[in-house]
């Protein structure tokens, strides 16, 4: 599924976005997701990104976690990157991905 991000902060300090989405329905789901190394919270607020929702709770710093962000994972420049997966905004929240 893929959604639009609403709201992203850091939480403790520590590398996590906590990032409130809209998913297509009317309930907002929050993932932590570690991040914050590659991406400043405003940078994401109305992006459109891929998500799996279809995943049990998990607590992560006191706060469940309902979902986990796609993204891909390479090297750049002798380092880690990391870049989300992300959508044409012309797809509305909540469609399924095959």
Not at 13 to 21: K, R, V, Y
Not at 47 to 60: E, F, G, Q, S
Request: aromatic residues 6%; charged residues 25%.
């Amino acid at each position: 599924m893929h959604f639009n991000l609403i709201f992203t902060h850091v939480v403790q300090g520590i590398f996590a976005g906590l990032i409130t989405l809209n998913d297509g329905t009317d309930r907002k789901r929050t993932i932590l997701s570690g991040i914050h190394e590659y991406y400043e919270p405003e940078e994401l607020v109305g992006k459109t990104c891929i998500a799996i929702v279809n995943l049990p709770p998990r607590k992560m710093m006191g706060i469940d976690s309902e979902g986990m962000l796609i993204s891909a994972v390479h090297e750049e420049d002798g380092r880690e990157g990391l870049n989300l997966l992300m959508v044409d905004d012309r797809i509305p929240a909540g469609a399924k991905l095959y």
